[in-house]
C-alpha cells in the first residue's frame, strides 16, 4: 500500500490551531448502512464512508476518520480498516484532502480541519457513536497523529501507521497511540520518523503502542490485526 506522491517529513508553518469544534450526540435522523458517499462539508472535497449494519440492541458504533497518504484518495483510506469493519462494528469516515497531501503538510491548517469538523458533525447526526478515533497511512498517519494530540478532549485513539512525524500545534488530553512503521521503509525511513517522536511522545506521558514489521512502506495484514485488536479490546 504505497502512496502515489512522496509524502511529507515534515510540516509547513500553519496559522490555525486544529481543533475540531463538533461533539457526540444523539442522532437526530437515521442513516443509511453499507458504503455511502458523503458530499464535502465546509469547502471540503467529497468524501466515504462505510457504515455496518446497526446492532439489534442499539449499541453505538466507534467512528474511525481515516486519511490517505500522499496523491491518495478517500478510497484509499477507507480500505485501510474496510476488511474488519463489519466484525468490529467500526463506522469508517474517509475525507479527501484538498490538495494532493493534508492542509498541515501543504500549507497551513484550515480547510481540511473544517472539512472533517463538518463530517464528524454528520456522522453524529446520523448515527450513535460511543468513541472517535483518528487513523491514516504516511502524510495521513502524520497528520492522524497532529489532529489527534490536539484534539484529546474528543478523539481517544489514534491509529498511526508509517508515520513520518508529530506536530500537534496544541495539545489537548491524552488519547491513546498506536504506531506502526517497517523496519525497512524506503519512503519514511523508521529511523528518523517513527524511532525518534515515538520514545518521545511516551517520555511526556502518552500511552504509545509500537508495532515494528519486517517491510517497507505498508500496512500488512498481521499489523492492521493488532491495531484493530488494540483499538476495539
Not at 12 to 24: I, N
Request: glycine residues 14%.
Amino acid at each position: 500500500m504505497s502512496d502515489p506522491a512522496p509524502p511529507s517529513r515534515a510540516p509547513a508553518q500553519g496559522s490555525r490551531d486544529g481543533r475540531l469544534t463538533t461533539r457526540p450526540h444523539p442522532p437526530v435522523l437515521t442513516g443509511p448502512t453499507g458504503l455511502v458517499p458523503l458530499p464535502g462539508g465546509d469547502g471540503g472535497r467529497p468524501a466515504m464512508a462505510y457504515v455496518p449494519e446497526p446492532a439489534a440492541d442499539g449499541a453505538a458504533y466507534r467512528l474511525v476518520v481515516l486519511l490517505h497518504g500522499a496523491g491518495g484518495s478517500a478510497r484509499h483510506g477507507l480500505d485501510l480498516l474496510l476488511p474488519v469493519a463489519d466484525t468490529h462494528r467500526l463506522l469508517l469516515i474517509a475525507p479527501q484532502s484538498s490538495a494532493t497531501s493534508w492542509d498541515l503538510i501543504a500549507g497551513g491548517l484550515g480547510v481540511d480541519v473544517g472539512h472533517i469538523d463538518a463530517l464528524l458533525a454528520s456522522a453524529f447526526d446520523g448515527y450513535p457513536v460511543g468513541g472517535v478515533t483518528l487513523g491514516g497511512f504516511s502524510d495521513g498517519a502524520s497528520y492522524a497523529l497532529s489532529l489527534g494530540l490536539a484534539n484529546g478532549d474528543l478523539v481517544d485513539a489514534v491509529l498511526a501507521f508509517s508515520p513520518g512525524f508529530a506536530a500537534p500545534p496544541v495539545i489537548r488530553g491524552r488519547p491513546r497511540i498506536f504506531v506502526s512503521h517497517g523496519v525497512d521503509d524506503r519512503v519514511l525511513p523508521i529511523d528518523v520518523c517513527s524511532r525518534r517522536f515515538v520514545p518521545h511522545l511516551r517520555g511526556i506521558g502518552y500511552d504509545v503502542t509500537y508495532e515494528e514489521f519486517p517491510g517497507g512502506h505498508d500496512l500488512p495484514a498481521p499489523v492492521r490485526a493488532k491495531a484493530t485488536g488494540w483499538l476495539t479490546g
